[in-house]
């Protein structure tokens, strides 16, 4: 059974720092582009980070590059999205996501709010 299971979000203060895990099974994790995506309420997902299988390369939309990085450790297997300089417009739901031509998974999500 493939699972991802997300977690790490929490209410931040502007400014602030998290860092979002999920971990993944049921499916050969080394073969697979892992990603973030996120939703804000009332937009689209829209996908935020994005790791290669071996970890080699790297996406970032540009509305978090500098302030996020994304990982990968292959033993456990996880995924991390270390977001740090928060903002209040990075508040949105924040989902897993496994790809490997057209199979993709999807994990249920961790809230991030960010808020004074």
């Known amino acids: 059974q493939v699972q991802l299971v997300e977690s790490g979000g929490d209410l931040v203060q502007p400014g602030g720092s998290l860092r979002l895990s999920c971990a993944a099974s049921?499916?050969?994790?080394?073969?697979?582009?892992m990603r973030w995506y996120r939703q804000a309420p009332g937009r689209e997902r829209e996908l935020v980070a994005s790791v290669t299988e071996n970890g080699g390369a790297t996406y970032y939309a540009d509305s978090v590059k500098g302030r996020f990085t994304v990982s990968r450790d292959r033993a456990k297997p996880m995924v991390y999205l270390q977001m740090n300089t928060l903002q209040p417009e990075d508040t949105a739901m924040y989902y897993c996501?496994?790809?490997?031509?057209?199979?993709?998974?999807w994990g249920q999500g961790t809230r991030v709010t960010v808020s004074s």
């Open positions: 996501n496994a790809i490997r031509f057209s199979i993709q998974y």
């Open positions: 049921g499916f050969t994790f080394s073969t697979y582009t």
